[in-house]
């Protein structure tokens, strides 16, 4: 399967999401290097599925609809996805032998997807308190005049 380009906010959002991603396929690959053969291939096409979701939601959510609490949740569209996908495909690979490396895996998923919404929750926060600041020096500015 090709890859799919991904639909981004901003340089920010592209960094944090994309660091995100190299990270969890890191995770995958040492997860299921001992699982089968392709099973690594098989995830990859999977979460190939999460990017061309994601991107059909930013072209006719985001784009379209200009509303902060879509834009808000395609802000963690991909993490969340990700974050849920892995866990799945992991848990459905536990065979009683691998549990530990399966569990462990589990973990850093965890950790990896909980870094990166924490990420990205501060360009929101940012962004709003960006946007408070810049109403208040208006208003200020206002009322002077």
Do not use: W
Not at 86 to 107: F, P, R
């Amino acid at each position: 399967m090709k890859n799919t380009d991904i639909s981004y906010i901003n340089d920010n959002h592209k960094q944090i999401v994309e660091l995100h991603i190299r990270k969890i396929k890191k995770a995958m690959y040492f997860a299921t290097e001992d699982v089968g053969e392709g099973k690594y291939q098989d995830f990859l096409d999977i979460m190939n599925s999460v990017y061309l979701y994601s991107n059909n939601f930013y072209d006719n959510m985001v784009e379209k609809k200009n509303d902060s609490a879509l834009l808000e949740e395609f802000l963690f569209l991909i993490p969340n996805m990700v974050f849920y996908t892995a866990i799945g495909y992991l848990t459905a690979l536990k065979d009683g032998d691998n549990d530990y490396l399966m569990i462990s895996s589990l973990e850093e998923i965890g950790s990896i997807c909980e870094n990166a919404t924490s990420e990205l929750a501060d360009i929101l926060i940012d962004e709003k308190e960006s946007k408070r600041l810049m109403q208040d020096i208006l208003d200020l500015e206002l009322t002077k005049n």
